[in-house]
């Protein structure tokens, strides 16, 4: 059973570590996910895109399979289904459709116009039980046509925004999406720091986790990171694995050309990466 991302995170934070939301891309890469949060005994999240949304033919046919594979899979580790950089509109369907979370990204909008929006579906969320991520500032780089410049978030901006009620917040800090540049400056811990005292207990969630240095993941959790995002990288071992698979010519000895047998070294590849990512994050074992 789908769960909110509430209770995992508020846990999350009290504890000093955070749990990893993995994007979802097709059935592979949520059957990796899951099978690796449940051996490792960690909750997960599930992000999924606008853009990942309609390449798997809609938000229903999603919460259809996620569903489908807690049961068959015997998942008994929370799971929350979240929508990751979603626009008002797209939050609504995902609402309807049955995500148990979703993202609300007003960051490009003006403050006033952000927190408007943001107040709204609040009070929605609330009625149905799901929780809510809101950004302030903007993560750097390009993710499904959501373009950010990078820009670190005002941290009282960041306080007017968690104190509507959300359930976490996103906040720009220097994070990319994507691969970092070799100039990269790296995260700015003293806007991090400002944004934590200033919005107390409110998780924290830092986007762009794929490839910031190990040091930085750590001391972002110090400072109250509950929620770090991982996409790239699961992409790029996927890739990687699929590559080596086709190049060592297996697709072309018995039937090496089945989907099943040409996806399998990816797989394994994202399950190694979420275990990892996992270890790093301090969330395995704990699930109850």
């Excluded at 229903?60 to 015997?74: D, Q, R």
Aim: hydrophobic share 40%; net charge negative.
């Amino acid at each position: 059973m789908l769960v909110s991302a509430k209770d995992m995170l508020n846990k999350a934070k009290a504890g000093h570590y955070a749990v990893g939301q993995f994007n979802i891309n097709n059935l592979e890469w949520t059957k990796a996910v899951l099978l690796t949060a449940q051996e490792l005994n960690s909750p997960v999240i599930l992000g999924v895109s606008e853009g990942a949304g309609k390449y798997m033919a809609g938000y229903k046919t999603i919460v259809g399979m996620v569903n489908g594979m807690l049961e068959e899979l015997k998942i008994t580790v929370p799971v929350a289904l979240h929508l990751d950089h979603g626009s008002f509109d797209g939050a609504m369907k995902c609402i309807e459709a049955g995500f148990s979370s979703v993202m609300f990204d007003g960051s490009h909008y003006p403050i006033e116009e952000n927190i408007e929006k943001t107040t709204e579906l609040v009070k929605i969320c609330n009625s149905k039980g799901i929780s809510l991520e809101a950004e302030v500032g903007s993560i750097g780089g390009e993710e499904d046509g959501v373009v950010g410049a990078g820009e670190c978030a005002d941290p009282e901006e960041c306080k007017q925004v968690a104190d509507l009620g959300v359930t976490m917040l996103a906040a720009g800090i220097g994070n990319i999406h994507g691969k970092y540049p070799e100039n990269w400056a790296g995260l700015s811990f003293e806007t991090l720091d400002a944004i934590s005292r200033l919005t107390g207990d409110m998780p924290l969630v830092l986007h762009g986790g794929t490839g910031i240095p190990e040091d930085m993941i750590k001391k972002a959790i110090h400072l109250g990171v509950a929620k770090i995002n991982v996409n790239t990288e699961c992409q790029l071992t996927f890739a990687e694995a699929t590559r080596k698979y086709i190049e060592a010519g297996k697709d072309l000895e018995g039937k090496g050309f089945d989907p099943r047998k040409l996806l399998a070294p990816g797989f394994e590849a994202i399950k190694a990466t979420v275990k990892e990512k996992m270890e790093l994050f301090g969330s395995v074992g704990q699930a109850n």
